[in-house]
């Protein structure tokens, strides 16, 4: 089961990870999940907001992020529908395929919490929803791929 991206930051903070699969239909992209510190809060962030020079709304997004194990569902996903998709009937109505789509997909099993934003492209209306289904499936492989590329390799004992 997936909960779900609800705040802005989360889908920018997705938006800006390197890890994205573009398909026909979606865009995928996908990042470590990660929470704000609970240390900070609005009080202390308006405090420092002259010091540094930005306001507290700019500033909540450079506070430091720690990673948490402690989430209700491990997997979160954010959907995005542009107006450019069609009007709200129409952009609904594919929210609806995706979350279906999203529901019959087997998440790969592994310890990493993540975030996830799927990005309904112009083609989603070609698309059924076992179609839908193929193609994040295919996504989510990429991703996978990716990700495990691009961990850092440990290095050789033979460079003594």
Do not use: C, W, Y
């Amino acid at each position: 089961m997936f909960g779900r991206l609800r705040k802005r930051r989360d889908f920018l903070r997705v938006a800006h990870s390197p890890l994205r699969s573009v398909r026909k239909p979606v865009i995928v992209q996908i990042t470590e999940r990660q929470v704000f510190s609970p240390k900070l809060s609005k009080h202390n962030t308006r405090e420092q907001a002259p010091k540094v020079g930005l306001p507290p709304s700019d500033l909540a997004m450079i506070t430091p992020l720690i990673p948490s194990n402690t989430f209700d569902s491990p997997h979160r996903v954010g959907l995005t529908v542009s107006r450019k998709i069609g009007g709200a009937v129409a952009r609904n109505r594919i929210k609806r395929r995706l979350r279906e789509a999203l529901r019959k997909i087997s998440m790969p099993a592994g310890p990493q919490d993540f975030d996830m934003v799927v990005v309904a492209r112009a083609m989603v209306h070609n698309f059924s929803v076992s179609d839908l289904t193929r193609e994040l499936e295919k996504a989510f492989l990429e991703l996978s791929r990716m990700a495990q590329s691009s961990q850092p390799k440990e290095r050789s004992q033979d460079l003594k």
